[in-house]
């Protein structure tokens, strides 16, 4: 079974400061990878996908994330955060064979602070 | 579109006492799971449904019952409530067709087991 491992529970910063958010899973075969988003009081939305191709991907809200194959990992990054991207954030990932269907596992969520 | 829709918003339980927790989507989506999300685990995976008649259990399918009666509802059964279920429930839905399909997640509901 896969799993999937957030490094930083807790990240506080200041505005205009850079963030990375650290992502690893464990798996043997091939995986979608996902960041979810989490504001407070409302439900989860997609910040972005990975599926296959260019291991750079850019999402909503200015934020990216780069695949690295050769490490399992998934970082998301954004260069200038807002005090609007305060949040928890969530790596996601699922098997790509068929029968996997589309169940995720999810990492254990990373609290992000941004004071103003 | 309503997307996906959850109720109750919060409910507090008894240990012992049964309840329904309500999920519905008006996107025609196939797949349904549930999550719980409980702090420094994530969410993890109750049970889905692949279509109607047709569910399976998820990573933590005991103490909960499903059935999914239509492609629209997909209710979670809490038979015999405990403290240990006290948590958040997400409710998703998403297409089936090859490869993945995003998970659309509704707003969720708070519940606490006293």
């Known amino acids: 079974a896969q799993s999937v491992s957030q490094h930083n529970h807790h990240v506080i910063l200041s505005e205009a400061a850079s963030l990375e958010l650290g992502c690893n899973y464990s798996y043997g075969g091939t995986v979608n990878l996902f960041w979810y988003v989490q504001y407070p009081g409302q439900h989860l939305q997609l910040l972005l996908k990975?599926?296959?191709?260019?291991?750079l991907v850019k999402g909503i809200k200015g934020f990216e994330a780069e695949f690295i194959k050769s490490k399992f990992s998934f970082n998301l990054r954004k260069p200038s955060v807002q005090w609007s991207d305060t949040a928890e954030y969530f790596c996601?990932?699922?098997?790509?064979?068929?029968?996997?269907?589309?169940?995720?596992?999810f990492g254990g969520g990373t609290r992000v602070l941004v004071k103003p | 579109n309503a997307g996906v829709t959850q109720t109750p918003k919060f409910q507090v339980l008894k240990t012992g006492q049964s309840m329904t927790l309500q999920c519905a989507q008006d996107?025609?989506?196939?797949?349904m799971s549930w999550y719980r999300q409980d702090p420094g685990m994530g969410l993890r995976l109750i049970h889905y449904?692949?279509?109607?008649?047709?569910?399976d259990q998820g990573e933590v399918p005991n103490g909960y019952n499903v059935s999914r009666s239509t492609t629209e509802d997909f209710p979670l059964r809490l038979l015999s409530a405990a403290p240990s279920q006290t948590s958040v429930y997400f409710c998703a839905s998403s297409t089936r067709t090859s490869g993945y399909n995003e998970q659309f997640f509704g707003p969720g509901t708070r519940l606490t087991v006293l």
């Open positions: 996107m025609n989506h196939e797949y």
């Open positions: 996601a990932v699922t098997p790509t064979y068929k029968a996997a269907g589309n169940k995720l596992t």
């Open positions: 990975y599926f296959s191709g260019d291991p």
């Open positions: 449904s692949v279509g109607a008649g047709i569910t």
